[in-house]
Every structure is written in C-alpha cells, then in structure tokens.
C-alpha cells in the first residue's frame, strides 16, 4: 500500500502530466494553424498558459498544506512559516485597534504554550490568488514554508508581464497579438516553471522540509 507521500507524489505528478498533455497539444495546433487562425490561437495559448499556470501552482500548495495537517504534526516540530499561519487569527485579534501592551503581552505566554498543538489550517483559506504574479508567487511560497528560488527571481518580470500581463490583456477584450513563435515559447517556459513548482512541493515533501 502506497505511503501518503508515496501518494502525494503521484496525485501532483498525475495532475501535472494532464496539464502538459493539453499544453502540448496547444503547441501542435499552432505549429499546423495557418492564416488569420494564428491571431486567434495565439491568443488562446496565451489564456490557457496562464491558466495552468495559476491552476498548478494553487493545487500544488493547497495539497502541500492538505498533507502536512493530515499528519497532524505538533506546531512545534514546524517550520516557524507554518506556525505562524496556525495562530495568525490570534496575532491579528492581538494587534487590533482597540487592544493595549498589556493584553498583547498576555499573547506571548498563549503562543509558547501552542507548541504542542496539532497543526491545523484550512489550505483554501490560505492559497488564494486573483492574478498570479511573482510578488503573488512569492507570498504564497513563503506561507507553505517554501522558498522563492533562484529560478522564480530570474524570472520575476517575465511572469508579469508575459504570463500574467499579456493574458491580462487578452482576457480583458484587448487584441494583444501573440505570435506562433511567443505562443509555443510561453507554453514551454510555463511548463517548465510547473515542473519546477512540482520538484520543489515534493522535494518538500519526501525531505520533510516543512520540519524545523
């Protein structure tokens, strides 16, 4: 019987696979579009890289999350990231407009007491975005405990202003053109950064990178 890393593993690489099976089949239609039909395509690739884009890199994190509290982890054995999240709602009462030093002090003891805890979120809450652009990537990475690499910072203004600006302006009724070679190029380079997401998420996983 399958581990639930064992399976982690594979529910994330199954959802992956079918994501690169509709990317690649964009590609081949362009690749065979001829005529006023490549405007058209163009475009459509540009809607539908975003779209596995953000759609990954939300189930990616949500599920990452959804594995750590279904090994009802102490709080204490986490990641000071992951901890934080669990008490968030106490720290925002704590620091509310009509609270004074001395009720936020009664806090502290309230949050070392927590150690022992069991690690409880509501994923969904937590990883949300209205468009996914590197500062958004960033934010959500850094709430799962996760880093925002190398990779992801070399790449900052090309997601935001070819996979997220473009497709903005596509969705919103713009003609933006989208030329077959910026189509297939942005349907290899969001594959690519969906890969790095997936390694990323599992290496976090199989390591238990969200341990302190």
């Given at each position: 019987?399958?581990?639930?890393?064992?399976?982690?593993?594979?529910?994330?690489?199954?959802?992956?696979?079918?994501?690169?099976?509709?990317?690649i089949d964009l590609r081949l239609m362009i690749s065979s579009?001829?005529?006023?039909?490549?405007?058209?395509?163009?475009?459509?690739?540009?809607?539908?890289?975003?779209?596995?884009?953000?759609?990954?890199?939300?189930?990616?994190?949500?599920?990452?999350?959804?594995?750590?509290?279904?090994?009802?982890?102490?709080?204490?054995?986490?990641?000071?990231?992951?901890?934080?999240?669990?008490?968030?709602?106490?720290?925002?009462?704590?620091?509310?407009?009509?609270?004074?030093?001395?009720?936020?002090?009664?806090?502290?003891?309230?949050?070392?007491?927590?150690?022992?805890?069991?690690?409880?979120?509501?994923?969904?809450?937590?990883?949300?975005?209205?468009?996914?652009?590197?500062?958004?990537?960033?934010?959500?990475?850094?709430?799962?405990?996760?880093?925002?690499?190398?990779?992801?910072?070399?790449?900052?203004?090309?997601?935001?202003?070819?996979?997220?600006?473009?497709?903005?302006?596509?969705?919103?009724?713009?003609?933006?053109?989208?030329?077959?070679?910026?189509?297939?190029?942005?349907?290899?380079?969001?594959?690519?950064?969906c890969q790095e997401i997936n390694d990323q998420v599992q290496?976090?996983?199989?390591?238990?990178?969200?341990?302190?």
């Open positions: 019987m399958a581990t639930l890393a064992e399976q982690f593993v594979d529910d994330l690489d199954a959802d992956l696979a079918k994501r690169r099976r509709e990317l579009g001829t005529g006023s039909r490549l405007a058209m395509l163009g475009r459509t690739c540009q809607v539908m890289a975003y779209a596995h884009w953000e759609g990954f890199v939300k189930h990616a994190l949500q599920t990452y999350l959804e594995y750590i509290v279904m090994l009802q982890p102490k709080l204490g054995d986490l990641r000071l990231e992951l901890q934080a999240l669990s008490v968030r709602h106490a720290m925002r009462l704590a620091v509310a407009p009509e609270r004074d030093i001395a009720q936020l002090a009664l806090l502290i003891p309230s949050l070392d007491a927590r150690a022992n805890d069991v690690f409880v979120v509501d994923p969904k809450e937590i990883i949300r975005s209205g468009n996914l652009t590197a500062d958004t990537l960033r934010v959500l990475l850094g709430c799962s405990g996760l880093q925002f690499g190398a990779i992801y910072q070399a790449r900052e203004n090309y997601i935001d202003s070819v996979i997220c600006g473009r497709r903005h302006r596509v969705a919103h009724g713009s003609w933006q053109p989208v030329t077959p070679t910026e189509a297939r190029d942005l349907l290899a380079d969001v594959m690519s950064l290496t976090a996983v199989v390591y238990e990178h969200y341990r302190i």
